[in-house]
């Protein structure tokens, strides 16, 4: 494979290019900042590149900035993050840019079998999360999803609604007074943080909140 190396720990760039030249692989570049990350993925084309997340000169996301910034110029470029720490924002950000993107810490470079194998895949459009990441990305989302808030009374209502239904068919359906209906999709509004609104808006947004969720 070919290879783009950013990294701005001299000692960490120069034992990836002699590891991955040892196992018969071409390193076209390694750099040390996200700027030229860009230039040599743009100049290069390689089949994947390797990014540390933090770069100068803030040392904190420029190197997944850079990233992002590449795969838009060079659309579906392969791109593997390392990182010292899991930054889940980031590994979400990674991740909305599509298909052949890895999110790696640098301890598992240590585990050098793994590492290339995830490397293989990253550059073969596949998607590789540290298990870490995957934990704590999920962790979050649980965290964060506001459905977590609803009764499953309030979720059989807000079932009812995404499929179309009114108050009065739904209170049919339940076998449950109007009133009571009402007085779960109030309830559903204020959990989702749906402030007072057109009814029907409302609605619409309490049910693509139930679809993300």
């Known amino acids: 494979m070919r290879i783009v190396i950013a990294d701005d720990a001299v000692l960490l760039r120069e034992g990836l290019i002699r590891l991955l030249t040892e196992r018969g692989h071409q390193v076209v570049a390694a750099v040390g900042d996200g700027d030229a990350l860009v230039q040599a993925v743009v100049n290069h084309r390689p089949d994947v590149s390797i990014v540390d997340v933090r770069m100068p000169p803030s040392h904190t996301d420029e190197g997944l900035r850079a990233a992002v910034h590449a795969r838009a110029l060079v ?102 007074t109007d009133g009571a209906v009402e007085k779960h999709v109030r309830n559903i509004f204020t959990k989702l943080d749906l402030p007072p609104d057109v009814e029907q808006h409302r609605r619409v947004r309490a049910v693509l909140a139930y679809l993300r969720g």
Do not use: C, W
């Not at 991740?95 to 073969?124: C, N, Q």
């Not at 704590?136 to 309030?154: K, S």
């Open 75 to 176: 659309p579906a470029t392969p791109i593997l993050v390392l990182s010292q720490y899991v930054e889940v924002s980031y590994a979400d950000d990674l991740l909305a840019t599509g298909v052949g993107v890895g999110y790696l810490l640098k301890d598992r470079v240590a585990a050098i079998d793994e590492f290339l194998d995830a490397l293989a895949r990253v550059a073969a459009g596949g998607t590789v999360l540290d298990p870490e990441v995957i934990t704590q990305l999920f962790a979050r989302r649980r965290r964060d999803d506001p459905l977590r808030a609803l009764t499953p009374r309030e979720r059989e209502v807000l079932s009812l609604m995404a499929e179309g239904h009114s108050n009065t068919a739904i209170a049919r359906t339940l076998v449950v």
